[in-house]
């Protein structure tokens, strides 16, 4: 089992940006893939972006590829993602998730979400 923590999100101009933080529990962080997802009103879970479990391999969607990236810092249980030159149509909830083993596939364990505004 492992618990995420979203942190991070808030309200930001257009073009700003942002860095999200998902903190995680666990014994065996680094074993677990991460990945994150996002929602906005209306609309379906969205792919954001994946990272294997030693941060070796990542894996990203076509909308946010060349501004977000993915990171993780194994040693304090967290994983970022950095998100670059925000549009107005990023605002969402954000959501880190976690798998055993490859970083793609289905995501098993979820955070709350936190809270990304895009303005104009």
């Known amino acids: 089992q492992v618990q995420l923590v979203e942190s991070g999100g808030g309200l930001v101009q257009a073009g700003g940006s942002l860095r999200l933080s998902c903190a995680a529990s666990?014994?065996?962080?680094?074993?677990?893939?991460m990945g994150w997802f996002r929602q906005a009103p209306g609309k379906g879970r969205e792919f954001i972006a994946a990272?294997?479990?030693?941060?070796?391999?990542?894996y990203y969607g076509d909308s946010v590829k060349g501004r977000f990236t993915i990171s993780r810092d194994n040693a304090k249980n967290t994983v970022y993602l950095q998100m670059n030159s925000l549009k107005p149509e990023d605002t969402a909830v954000y959501y880190c998730a976690a798998r055993p083993g490859y970083f793609l596939g289905n995501y098993d364990y979820w955070g709350q979400g936190t809270q990304v505004t895009v303005s104009s």
């Open positions: 666990g014994r065996t962080f680094s074993s677990y893939a």
């Open positions: 990272i294997s479990g030693n941060g070796a391999s990542t």
